[in-house]
């Protein structure tokens, strides 16, 4: 029995050193530990990277807002001096505050409009059908193919005879007719949704107006969220169309008044670079508040894009 006890407890031993085949992930796993941990590491390391490379730019403008006017473009982070005092200077010598009210005027106004406006033209194309309704459709994705340098003398003839040049109008009143990108990005959406809903509601008796404004906005809301945001930073942003039709300096937009701050004697004029950085600052820092603000929205809209339905 001595002998048989001890046999059995070699056996148990030996086979503790024997992989188990039937659960392989057993055997290996301290191995695919040590490989995630890695994988994991070398993960981080490039996101760390990757960040390091976008977030540079705006600690290097936000630098040189507060260098010297020698020290501006260096690549020194930290001047030999801060100077706080080129934000106040800024704000003395150009009506900032007027530049930024003009600039909200035309952003809430092209944004918004573009999105009513887009959203309309893309639920009829998603919605109605009707004949040559792709071929009416191509040809509202074919203007994107334009240059948008191709538009601006027949743009600026059509505002100056109605008598709108050195207006805000220009800046914003063309979205009222809404964009070829935003009604494609909004009819994917419009076409994911489930045209049940909508015959329901026509059966209660809704008509096409309130089944767009009781039914597809509420349920398309992250990608109208984008279209907005979107045109909220090309209007922000926006300087070439604030040059073509703005000459009164109380007009000027943020953009516009960089650009006359440079090139302006009545304003600067002096090539006083560190006042360009500390404005470029000023615009930014909005967008930047807007897009974590809304970021949820943006990357659900984004990410839903490329829905389609039938």
Same mark, same amino acid.
């Given at each position: 029995m001595a002998l048989q006890d001890r046999a059995q407890d070699q056996e148990e031993v030996d086979r503790s050193f024997v992989p188990d085949v039937e659960h392989p992930e057993a055997a290996t796993k301290s191995?695919?530990?040590?490989?995630?941990?890695?994988?994991r590491v070398v993960?981080?390391?490039?996101?760390?990277?990757?960040?390091?490379?976008?977030?540079?730019?705006?600690?290097?403008?936000?630098?040189?807002?507060l260098k010297p006017p020698a020290e501006v473009f260096s690549n020194d982070l930290i001047g030999s001096e801060l100077r706080f005092d080129n934000y106040t200077r800024l704000f003395a010598m150009a009506p900032m505050l007027r530049w930024?009210?003009?600039?909200?005027?035309? #952003?809430? %106004?092209?944004?918004?409009?573009?999105?009513?406006?887009?959203?309309?033209v893309a639920f009829a194309f998603a919605y109605f059908r009707f004949p040559y309704r792709g071929v009416v459709f191509s040809i509202v994705l074919a203007t994107m193919m334009l240059p948008g340098a191709v538009l601006m003398i027949p743009q600026f003839l059509i505002w100056d005879k109605l008598g709108f040049n050195n207006t805000l109008y220009p800046l914003w009143a063309g979205n009222l007719f809404g964009s070829a990108f935003y009604i494609f990005m909004l009819r994917q959406f419009f076409l994911s949704l489930p045209r049940e809903l909508f015959e329901a509601a026509n059966v209660d008796g809704a008509g096409y107006f309130r089944m767009w404004r009781s039914v597809a906005l509420p349920l398309t809301r992250s990608a109208l969220i984008v279209v907005f945001i979107f045109e909220l930073k090309a209007?922000? #942003?926006? %300087?070439?169309r604030p040059l073509i039709f703005l000459r009164d300096v109380n007009l000027f937009t943020l953009p516009r008044g960089l650009k006359a701050i440079i090139d302006n004697p009545q304003i600067g004029g002096q090539q006083q670079w560190e006042l360009?950085?500390?404005?470029?600052?000023?615009?930014?820092?909005?967008?930047?508040?807007?897009?974590?603000?809304?970021?949820?929205?943006?990357?659900?809209g984004i990410a839903t894009t490329g829905s389609t339905g039938k």
């Open positions: 191995g695919l530990s040590v490989g995630s941990i890695m994988m993960f981080v390391a490039m996101l760390l990277g990757a960040t390091a490379l976008f977030v540079y730019p705006l600690i290097w403008l936000l630098s040189a807002s930024t009210w003009n600039s909200l005027i035309v #952003t809430f %106004l092209a944004s918004t409009t573009v999105t009513v406006s887009s959203a309309l209007a922000w #942003t926006d %300087l070439v360009l950085a500390a404005g470029s600052v000023v615009v930014t820092v909005p967008m930047i508040l807007i897009f974590f603000i809304f970021q949820r929205y943006f990357i659900e």
